[in-house]
């Protein structure tokens, strides 16, 4: 079986500046996304050996796995991901689709990816603008955790998924218009 081509670097040809870009800023938010899995893991480690040596854990780690950490994880890896085509995908039709099929379902997954991502996006800002204006965060006795600047995670990650999703419209829509251009094609 072989690799999933990377969109972001696909078709081999050097990128335009405007991909470069794009591939460094989703690749720096994904890496944003495995530092957030380290910190996770470096939090609740410590606080199971306080908890355990010492009979006191670390107050809010729970609040901050939740309400950082986690989310961190999800949204800014979500761009990355899909730009690897490290998703659930089914390549049974890819196998069998010749060139006109391929970009018929790119375009139609695109569209949904996008469509998805924009209305992810909107709601997104919503919620994370109300719990900024709301100044959300967890109260604890001697202490508050602000939660509202992990909500602006959401719609990051979605916009960068969104627009790796543009691309492959577009990469779709290039190999209909080639698919009809190939004499002989009989997909």
């Known amino acids: 079986m072989t ?3 990377d969109r972001l670097n ?3 040809a050097p990128a335009v500046p405007p991909l470069h870009g794009l591939r460094r800023l989703v690749d720096g938010i994904g890496i944003a996304g495995g530092i957030a899995v380290a910190l996770m893991a470096l939090h609740v480690v410590l606080d199971v050996v306080a908890r355990n040596l010492a009979g006191l854990p670390l107050s809010g780690t729970t609040e901050f796995v939740a309400g950082w950490y986690m989310v961190a994880i999800v949204f800014c890896t979500l761009g990355s991901v899909h730009a690897r085509g490290d998703h659930i995908r ?3 039709i890819d196998m069998i689709a010749g060139p006109r099929l391929d970009g018929l379902l790119t375009v139609f997954t695109s569209l949904i990816f996008l469509a998805v991502a924009v209305a992810m996006v909107l709601w997104g800002i919503d919620d994370a ?3 900024t204006l709301r100044g959300e965060r967890v109260e604890f006795t001697a202490w508050a955790l602000p ?3 992990g909500r602006w995670l959401v719609p ?3 916009a960068l998924t969104g627009l790796v999703a543009l691309l492959d ?3 779709g829509v290039g190999r209909l218009i080639q698919s009809h251009s190939v004499p002989g094609d009989g997909a």
Do not use: E, I, K, Q
């Open 90 to 92: 089914v390549d049974l």
């Open 129 to 131: 603008l109300d719990a």
């Open 156 to 158: 990051l990650g979605f």
């Open 169 to 171: 419209l577009g990469r």
């Open 147 to 149: 939660v509202w600047p």
């Open 3 to 5: 690799a999933t081509p």
């Open 10 to 12: 696909d078709p081999p």
